[in-house]
């Protein structure tokens, strides 16, 4: 192998260039990433093989048969050419990166206003705070109990106050699933009338900007 790097063979243009175990190339067509797919001739045998060629190979060998490639030594390259069908692939593609955005999205924390405080909302305070309120229903809540807000006060309660607190919470939490249901409908149906490859590839799902 050493010998072949080390040797010398004389290109199309006329040019000195080491050898490779790459002996020819044909039918080369460009990928969607710049890559390029090709048949390959090795040196020393007769069949073609399939190989794609990559600028960042970690072959010496394979990166310059890219730029041989390239630079049109092999005949003319392919252009990478997006069908209908790769376009639908797409659109569903970004459209699960849509899905799993509305999942984390409703897994998430909320922050809702009762009584001139901020309080944490959502699943994982919903299910702290349920417990707490059967306790303080059954008459059970310890001498000097608070519950803490989301700007880390620590607010004395009462049960008429935590079952405000579960009911304002719950209703906060329906909002803002609606708001989530509704965007994630709107960004899906905007990736349904993209048309442009790059413009799928863009488009970042999550909540628009504040004007």
Request: one cysteine or more; aromatic letters at 8%; a negative charge.
């Amino acid at each position: 192998m050493s010998e072949l790097k080390n040797a010398e063979r004389t290109d199309p243009a006329g040019e000195l260039s080491p050898v490779s175990r790459f002996e020819n190339a044909r039918n080369c067509r460009r990928l969607v990433n710049g890559n390029i797919d090709c048949e390959v001739k090795l040196s020393g045998m007769e069949d073609w093989f399939p190989f794609t060629a990559s600028p960042d190979d970690q072959d010496e060998d394979g990166r310059r048969l890219y730029a041989d490639i390239d630079a049109g030594r092999y005949g003319n390259v392919a252009p990478f050419v997006i069908t209908d069908e790769m376009l639908d692939g797409l659109r569903r593609q970004k459209q699960d990166e849509i899905s799993r955005w509305r999942d984390r999205q409703e897994n998430g924390n909320i922050i809702f206003d009762l009584d001139g405080h901020r309080w944490d909302g959502g699943k994982a305070s919903q299910e702290r705070l349920a417990p707490v309120v059967a306790a303080a229903g059954a008459g059970q809540l310890p001498e000097g109990f608070f519950w803490t807000d989301a700007d880390n006060h620590d607010i004395p309660v009462n049960t008429v106050f935590l079952q405000k607190l579960e009911a304002s919470m719950v209703q906060a939490m329906v909002m803002q699933g609606f708001r989530i249901h509704e965007r994630q409908r709107q960004m899906k149906e905007e990736v349904a009338q993209l048309t442009e490859m790059n413009a799928i590839f863009a488009y970042q799902p999550g909540w628009p900007e504040e004007a």
